[in-house]
């Protein structure tokens, strides 16, 4: 199982931006999936949740601003980022639990900047 995320890129304050995560490898079922974020000099963080069935969760600090969907056809998970802050820019992570696993993808960096 590998999950492979993308997306990120340098964006002015204010704009937005769509990270993509695609789980891949012999996956008949993916369970909760997430993204957590680590900005510089940070610890790691939950950013945003969604359960098999669709249902979301987010952080308090992007409520409102960032939206978390998936695809299970496509076996990938989604975070739309809009109204972005400096403070956002951060190393962005997928994370996926899979028949009791948790596997996370490599990071894409956003960066929040005028």
């Known amino acids: 199982v590998q999950l492979q995320a993308s997306g990120g890129g340098l964006v002015q304050p204010g704009g937005s931006l769509t990270l993509s995560c695609v789980a891949s490898?012999?996956?008949?079922?993916?369970?909760?999936m997430a993204w957590y974020r680590q900005g510089p000099g940070k610890q790691r963080e939950s950013v945003a949740g969604?359960?098999?069935?669709?249902?979301?969760n987010y952080a308090d600090s992007v409520k409102g601003r960032f939206t978390i969907s998936r695809d299970n056809t496509k076996k990938t998970v989604y975070l739309q980022m809009n109204s972005l802050k400096p403070e956002d820019t951060a190393v962005y992570y997928c994370?996926?639990?899979?028949?009791?696993?948790?596997?996370w993808g490599k990071g894409t960096l956003v960066t929040v900047s005028s």
């Open positions: 490898g012999s996956i008949f079922n993916i369970n909760n």
């Open positions: 994370k996926a639990l899979i028949y009791g696993m948790q596997y």
């Open positions: 969604i359960t098999s069935g669709g249902s979301p």
